[in-house]
């Protein structure tokens, strides 16, 4: 089982200062959502898997990311290929489904887009240890406890999938019978399995809240911090790449028109 | 007797990239107490999981009362094997101790009748009579534990799986939970019994299995077991005070194979007189 989403390492991506990953992340966003063509989604989630298998990211690592993810993409793509029927001319027409190259297009950007964003976060998430993750929101001015918040929250979700893995087994011992079908049938049997989790997830928040008070969080306003966070040259040198790539990029989409629909380059 | 409980042949089971049981050969007799321990991964509880089909072997086979648990659900095999989890909270979640109780019961789709004599009988049995209108989750947590064990008894299965089941509770509420299993095992039950407590295992089961990097590397009856000093030394494990204490007072006449305080005061008792006799 998983301690933490961060995996330990020294790669480029590691060592890149903490805001420096922020911006990075911030701009891949913007772009991400900036561009509307399939090929082009296609392109960055291709480089975004390049970018983290070199740094140090294992396949293993990014198949349990894709495991999770593909059921949400496939969802989505499904819907949107359903409820939005595109434009240009239908190659197939049944009862109300209308199937044209642009509503496939447009459903595949939407599942791409996902995908693109999760792991652009995991940029950040994967290779950031937390005390600069926290040093990095406080020196956007966030206060330190909702850093030290944000650090915890995810901290915990590994925790929480292990606890939602257990809690079923244990209900499933008692004869639980998960393999339902019809959705009704299956979100009530997934109630027993909610409930007893809440309640242990209610028990470690209080008494992780306890540990923290006992350990005297808060009582100074004013922190001070062992780690410090520093710029050497080259996180200048990439803070300026990174912005004049993403003025660059966003230039051709606005200006210029490129990648802006599904289908065009 | 030869009615088998469970059947191990040749189990390998990993998880992903871990590997748990690495040939897991042994056979659990119907009606036996039987306690397996082992150091911390040594495969204690995936080997317990692979009883009630929670796990299923990557190769070799596991038989439960003579039937391979691969052809079983796991809502099926709760039938037969109750499995009590280390941590009590991993399971509760009714509003009252008395739903709690009826939970396992009415999941083998018993009718209603029976569901409510089943439940007052674990609630007698676990004296849990006075709580039974009260919710689980705020009882201490003795009594968690003991509305999870109780959860498990009313479902009635021949086989019970206990995976550390007196960690974190303290010594009179242990020995209490374990001599109602001690009662079942009179009943006829098979018992299987993790644990870190050497004590209790001494007192209480008659067979003990010792595991080690996934494999059973000792399997006797715990008088043998503890006596296996060199194995034990291996394990990082040690035989219980009172047995060491029997063990350095052996050429005196204690007999080496003394478990308990009480067995431990009758022999010292009888040499006292001996030699009083003698001298
Ligand atoms: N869900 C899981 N995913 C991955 N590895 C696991 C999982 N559960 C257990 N393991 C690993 O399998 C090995 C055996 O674990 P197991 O829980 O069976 O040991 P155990 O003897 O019960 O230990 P303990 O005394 O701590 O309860 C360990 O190395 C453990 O880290
Ligand atoms: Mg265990």
Redesign the interface.
Known sequence: MLASLYVPGDSWLHRLDARVKLLLVACGLALIFAVGSVWTMAALVMAEQALLLSAGITR?RLGDVWRVLWVTMALVFVLWVAFYPGEGAAWLAWWRLRLTWDGLARGAVVALRLAAVAFMLFFWLFTTAETHLVLSLQWLGLPYAWGLTLAMALRYVPTMAE?FR??S?????????L?HSGPIARAKAY???T??ML??AL?TATSLAHALETRAFGASLHRTSLQRLYLRRVDVWCTVAIVLATAALLYMRFVRGWSATPLGL | MAELAARFRGVHYHYPGVPALEGVDFELRAGEFCALVGQNGSGKSTLAKHLNGLLKPVSGFVEVFGRDTRSQAVGELARKVGYVFQNPDHQIFSARVRDELAFGPRNLRLPHDEVERRVDEALDGFGLRAYADMPPATLGFGLRRLVSVAAVFAMRPSLFVLDEPTAELDWRSAHELLDHFRELHQQGHTILLISHDMELVAEYAERVLLMQAGRIVADAPPGAFFGQTARLREAHLSPPQVMRLAQRLGDLGMPPETLTVDAFADAFARLWREAHHAG
């Open positions: 293993l606890l257990t809690t087994e244990a209900q499933q011992a008692r004869g639980l019978d393999s109630v027993p399995i409930i007893a309640i242990s028990r």
